[in-house]
């Protein structure tokens, strides 16, 4: 397969290409590349020495980020580090459709576990995301967008199932191996809602508030349901999977640290490899 390309619009100082909102779906995850976001380099494992490897990588830089465009397991990819927060995610997906003509979106990742079994190094597919610091009452009704009349974004369910498929595949296969070495219980994989909000949940208190507003939350982080929004809004397929680096809690920050260190690449290099060989075959149908 052919690396993609540019959007020759982004080039030179003409105006971008506007996407239209009844672009065919089925049409665009088949032709379009796939986008790949984290927000941390270590979230993205392998991804762009195995790109670099496969296809070459040329990069643009665009709005103070990088995005490597080229080819991954036979997938042609737009790679890019979201970085931070709602804005910094929403503005890279915003790009990544616009400039770059994606026809879906992954997010690759750690996050907090929320659940009441979500432990450290389980991983969490969001099938639906909600933003849990929106809060405009009494105007709207607590985490709804306003004037979007919704709360909850769900992920695409062809791309989640596809995602929880080579998670369930990456636990089955390296789960005992990570275990033993890492000295964590043997992972497991959920499904559900995922929340963000531009906070690192840190305290027994915090995290337990979120639980007692959002009961049925998995898993806290702080870009995914900006991009689920955006997503949205633009009709493009998207897919959040989360590794769990701490519990949100009074650990979570030396715990998020030492997880995105040793092991955060590990979880999303096993993911991927996994997750775009499936990916390419389904999008050449
Ligand atoms: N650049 C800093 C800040 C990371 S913030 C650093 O590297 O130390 C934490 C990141 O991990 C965010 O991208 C968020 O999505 C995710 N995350 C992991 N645990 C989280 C928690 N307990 N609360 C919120 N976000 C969490």
Avoid: W
């Amino acid at each position: 397969m052919n690396a993609p390309s540019l959007n020759p619009s982004i080039r030179g100082n003409s105006p971008m290409k506007l996407r239209s909102d009844s672009a065919d779906r089925a049409d665009r995850a088949a032709v379009r590349p796939l986008g790949v976001l984290a927000a941390l380099p270590e979230e993205l494992g392998d991804l762009l020495a195995t790109m670099r490897a496969e296809s070459g990588v040329v990069t643009h830089t665009l709005g103070r980020r990088d995005y490597h465009v080229g080819a991954v397991h036979g997938v042609p990819c737009v790679v890019a580090l979201a970085r931070v927060g709602k804005v910094a995610a929403a503005a890279t997906a915003s790009a990544l459709i616009h400039a770059f003509d994606v026809g879906a979106i992954a997010f690759t990742g750690v996050a907090g576990g929320v659940g009441p079994d979500v432990h450290i190094g389980d991983v969490v597919i969001g099938e639906t995301l909600l933003q849990h610091d929106m809060n405009a009452s009494p105007l709207f009704p607590c985490f709804e967008i306003p004037l979007l009349g919704r709360a909850h974004f769900d992920a695409d369910a062809a791309l989640a199932a596809a995602l929880a498929d080579a998670c369930e595949r990456f636990i089955a296969e390296d789960g005992a191996t990570l275990a033993a070495r890492f000295r964590i219980a043997p992972p497991r994989v959920h499904r559900g809602l995922v929340i963000s909000g531009d906070q690192f949940v840190a305290s027994a208190q915090a995290v337990g508030a979120l639980r007692s507003q959002l009961p049925q939350a998995l898993a806290v982080e702080m870009e995914g349901a900006a991009i689920a929004q955006v997503c949205h809004e633009y009709d493009v397929p998207c897919a959040v999977v989360r590794t769990i680096s701490d519990t949100a809690d009074e650990h979570a920050s030396a715990s998020f640290k030492s997880f995105l260190s040793e092991l955060a690449g590990t979880y999303s290099t096993g993911i991927l490899k996994r997750f775009l060989p499936a990916y390419a075959q389904t999008a050449a149908r």
